[in-house]
Each structure stands twice: as structure tokens, then as C-alpha cells.
């Protein structure tokens, strides 16, 4: 098996760091701030998008599972891509890769505010994904370069606080966008940000190309990954349609595991592996990276939710909604530095299994809301969610690279990104179907206990898929005492579906929280923040 070096440069003559840096090129602070701004847009458009959705729903009358596959569709295409991405950037130099992944990233995003369809939005949405995968590593690889071994923690900390800040921030800035300009607009907005980050780019950033660079690439293991992650979240995604004991379901089930078990196969055979599998060898990687999967799971998986709560069921406006959010958001950031600070001093374990179980019971709070809860309330359980999250968000680095072998710490970082953007994807997916199969087992006697007009099975269906995101299906001309109470069902069937998914949000996160004990500091964790890129 063939590792993927990263480059030896701090010990290098011929390394950037060690020696005076003249000019703008390559100047580490002004690299910083380059690649932050390119970064800022693909953690955004992770969380900023949940606030266009209803929008976008409506706008373009997209159905529940077409939703989903505006978030799906971007996760995956981050997770599949990012360590190949890391690996493109080794092999041709990480600042190409990134100006590269800057501009796809930004022309996507303007295609999308062009879209005409769900279909387009959401294939533009996965090239979003694509380029953004560029982004990301090569943006670490290029701190990596630049700054020297004694600042470069510092680096890291800043560059992990502006996608933990881009992340919270996205549901505030979707709403003033979406309510004052239009949901569009949460995509152009891309366009200016990423031509400043490309003429940053252009004039600051300097090349680095990392020693043993890779010459092949293993195509193989990423069809085999993709097809395995496409596979088992689409049969999440459908098995509401199809239902869970179909055939269909578990023929891509089967086809998923099947992908899995393969990539596991060809990745111990392949000389230059996509994701090296000794690297699983470590009970801390792995207990890190299982981590990483149920935190995102049990956080985007329940932001998807809360968004239609907001703004279908309590009628809020997008701004409103995204101001609702501003306790998960000011905890996130203000915990973030304090949670790096407790780390440093008592390690990662306690904290993370401490913010797991924060998590928890803010998913177990927010099971409890219903169409009358107050503002106070909910923001005792978004604060609550902040703060859990912020020291998972911020151990997950020291935990994965950590324990890692120096040889292996790139792909490790690359590692740690892929699975928050995996169990997001399989956040919305899982929640998704436990949220549709609640609504359309409880519609139909909630429908027929309030005493509305029997419901054909097509209207049913129809009825059902706008319940799942807080939509009374009230037809035009209803009168007002029937659209009242047509409006009653469906928030307080929506509020049933809701719960159950946060409970089960809330059983992810506990499990969580015995995942975070088998965490420890690594023997090389202080050198981890150098090793964080692929």
C-alpha cells in the first residue's frame, strides 16, 4: 500500500515558510484570508440553501423528495470528491486546483439562480459539490505550504472558524436574501464573492507541489464509492414511495453493500488507494470519523426540519426564521474558541462525548415543540444544539489526524471532511423517510377524525407530500371552516413527523456519545493541524 505523503516542506531549503516571504505572493496572512474567502462560500451554501428551500419548493413545485436531493445531491458530491480532489491537488499543485475549484464553484452557483426547473438546480447543485471539493483540501494544502510549523495551528484554528461561522451563518443571510431579494439570489450572490476570491487568488497565492506526488488515480474506487453512496441513499430517499419491504428498496440496498464490500476489496489491491484502509487500523480514527458521521446526521438532518417549522407551520418570513436560528448560530461561534481551549487542556474526549450529549438532549427539546411554542423556548434548544456541536466541530481534527500516522495525516483530514458531508447527506435521508412514512401512516385518520371530505387515493398522495414540509393542502375556493381545519391536520400531522425525526435524531447523537469514549489526543496531535490537507 502506497500513502500519500504530504510535503516535507517545513524541513525543506526549499519550502516557502522557511524563508523571509517578499511581496504579496505567497505572504501567509493574505494566503490565509484568500483561501477563506473561497472556502466561506462552500461551508455557506451547506446550511444557506435550508432556508431557500421552501422557496424554491414552491417557486419551481418541486415535490418533498426533489428537496432533499438539493441538499443530497451537494453533500454527496463533496463527500465522493474530496479526497480525489485532495490527491489532484498533490499531483498538479494545490493553487491551480484551487482557482480552478473557485471559479466551477461560482459559475455553478450562477446556473443555478438561472434554473428553470428542479431538475437543473439540483445537477447544478452537484457541481457545485464537485467544485467545491476542489476548494477544500487544496485551501488546507496551501496553508500547509505557506505558513510556518510554529503558526500554522493558528492558521487552521482561523480557517475552521470561518467554516464553523459560514456554516451557522447560512440559515440568517439565506433569509435576508430570500425574503427581500428572491431565493435566486442565495445563488448569485456567489458570482462577486467568487470573482474577489479568484482575483485574491491570482495575485497571492503561491504554488506548491507535495513531494512524491501521486502519478495514478484510483477511477475504480471512486466509481465504487460513488455508486455505493448513491445506491443507499436513494433507496432511503424512495423507500416511502416504494415501501421499505419492496424489492426495489432492497435491490439497492443490496447493490449498495455490495460497492462497499468491492471499494473495501480493491482498496487493499490498488497500488495508489483512494482511502488508504490501514488507516482504519486505529480505534481513535475510526471512533473520529463514526463520530463525524452521527454529529452530522443528527445536526443537518434536523435543520432540514426546522426550516418548513418556521416558515409553513408558525408563518414566518425567511428573515424571521433565519433570526430564530441566531442562538444555534452565536453558540456555534462563540463556543467553538472555548471548546478548542478545553480541548487543548483536558483532551478530546470528555468534550466531545460532553457536546454529543448536549446534542442529544437538544434533539430530544426540540422533539417537544408543537405549532404554539414560543420564541424563548425554541431558543433554549437551538442554543443548547450550538453548544454541543461546537466542541465536536472543533475535536473532530485533533481526533482523526491525531491518531493518524504522519505519513497518512492528509488523507485523514480529507477523511474528516467527507464524512460530515456523507452523514449530512445521510441526515436529510434517513430523516426525510422516517419524517414521510410518520406523515402518511397519521394523515389519513387525522384527516378522517377532524371529519374533512374523504380524500381519492392520488389526492391523498398529493395531500400527503405537502404535509411532509408544513403545507396545508387547501385547494382554492375551500371554504374557511374547512381550509381551518384542513390547515389544523396538516400542522399537527407535520408536528408528529417532526418529533419522531428529532427523536430519532436524538437516539443518534446518544450513540454518539459512547463513540466520542473510544476518542483519544495522539501521540502526533500537535502536529496534526499541519497534516489536515490531502
Not at 47 to 52: E, G, K, L, P, R
Not at 197 to 203: C, H, I, Q, R, S
Not at 295 to 313: D, K, S
Not at 402 to 430: F, H, K, R
Request: proline share 5%.
Amino acid at each position: 500500500m502506497t500513502s500519500q505523503t504530504v510535503d516535507k516542506a517545513p524541513q525543506s531549503p526549499e519550502h516557502p515558510a522557511s524563508a523571509p516571504t517578499k511581496g504579496l505572493r505567497g505572504h501567509p496572512w493574505l494566503t490565509l484570508f484568500s483561501v477563506a474567502i473561497g472556502v466561506m462560500m462552500v461551508a455557506l451554501d451547506g446550511t444557506i440553501v435550508a432556508i431557500a428551500n421552501p422557496a424554491i419548493q414552491k417557486d419551481l413545485g418541486a415535490t418533498f423528495a426533489d428537496v432533499q436531493w438539493i441538499t443530497n445531491g451537494y453533500f454527496l458530491a463533496l463527500a465522493v470528491a474530496l479526497i480525489t480532489a485532495g490527491k489532484l491537488g498533490d499531483r498538479f499543485g494545490h493553487r491551480q486546483t484551487f482557482l480552478i475549484g473557485v471559479v466551477g464553484f461560482a459559475a455553478a452557483s450562477g446556473a443555478i439562480g438561472l434554473s428553470d426547473s428542479i431538475a437543473l438546480v439540483v445537477v447544478f447543485r452537484v457541481f457545485q459539490g464537485l467544485f467545491g471539493a476542489l476548494l477544500m483540501p487544496a485551501a488546507l494544502g496551501l496553508l500547509r505550504a505557506t505558513f510556518p510549523a510554529e503558526k500554522l495551528n493558528m492558521a487552521i484554528g482561523i480557517w475552521g472558524m470561518v467554516i464553523g461561522a459560514s456554516t451557522a451563518g447560512g440559515p440568517i443571510l439565506g433569509g435576508v436574501l430570500v425574503e427581500h431579494v428572491s431565493w435566486q439570489s442565495v445563488f448569485f450572490i456567489n458570482v462577486p464573492v467568487g470573482v474577489i476570491a479568484l482575483v485574491f487568488g491570482v495575485l497571492i497565492l503561491k504554488d506548491h507541489r507535495a513531494e512524491n506526488a501521486p502519478r495514478s488515480f484510483d477511477v475504480l474506487g471512486i466509481v465504487l464509492l460513488s455508486a455505493a453512496m448513491f445506491c443507499l441513499v436513494w433507496a432511503i430517499i424512495k423507500a416511502p414511495v416504494w415501501g421499505w419491504g419492496s424489492g426495489t428498496t432492497w435491490l439497492f440496498i443490496g447493490v449498495s453493500l455490495a460497492c462497499f464490500v468491492l471499494f473495501a476489496f480493491w482498496e487493499t489491491r490498488v497500488k495508489e488507494p483512494l482511502i488508504p484502509l490501514g488507516l482504519f487500523r486505529s480505534v481513535p480514527v475510526s471512533a473520529g470519523v463514526v463520530l463525524m458521521v452521527l454529529m452530522a446526521i443528527a445536526f443537518l438532518g434536523g435543520l432540514f426540519f426546522v426550516t418548513f417549522y418556521l416558515q409553513n407551520v408558525h408563518g414566518m418570513g425567511a428573515v424571521d426564521s433565519g433570526l430564530r436560528l441566531l442562538p444555534l448560530t452565536g453558540m456555534m461561534i462563540v463556543g467553538s474558541p472555548l471548546a478548542g481551549v478545553l480541548i487543548t487542556k483536558v483532551g478530546p474526549r470528555v468534550p466531545l462525548a460532553g457536546g454529543m450529549a448536549l446534542t442529544a438532549a437538544a434533539m430530544f427539546g426540540m422533539s417537544t415543540l408543537d405549532t404554539e411554542t414560543g420564541t424563548l423556548t425554541m431558543s433554549v434548544w437551538f442554543a443548547l444544539l450550538g453548544l454541543g456541536l461546537a466542541p465536536v466541530m472543533v475535536g473532530a481534527t485533533e481526533v482523526i489526524v491525531g491518531n493518524a500516522p504522519m505519513e497518512l495525516s492528509g488523507v485523514a483530514g480529507g477523511l474528516q471532511q467527507s464524512a460530515m458531508q456523507i452523514g449530512g447527506s445521510l441526515g436529510t435521508a434517513v430523516l426525510g423517510a422516517v419524517m414521510a412514512s410518520k406523515v402518511s401512516n397519521d394523515l389519513p385518520g387525522n384527516w378522517t377524525g377532524a371529519g374533512l371530505p374523504p380524500l381519492t387515493g392520488a389526492q391523498a398522495d398529493q395531500a400527503a407530500e405537502a404535509v411532509q414540509v408544513g403545507v396545508p393542502p387547501v385547494a382554492p375556493g375551500t371554504p374557511a371552516a374547512i381550509a381551518e381545519k384542513i390547515t389544523g391536520v396538516a400542522h399537527d400531522t407535520f408536528m408528529s413527523g417532526m418529533s419522531l425525526a428529532c427523536l430519532v435524531a436524538a437516539g443518534v447523537a446518544t450513540v454518539a456519545i459512547f463513540v466520542a469514549l473510544l476518542t483519544k489526543r495522539g501521540d502526533n496531535a500537535d502536529a496534526a493541524g499541519g497534516g489536515v490537507h490531502i
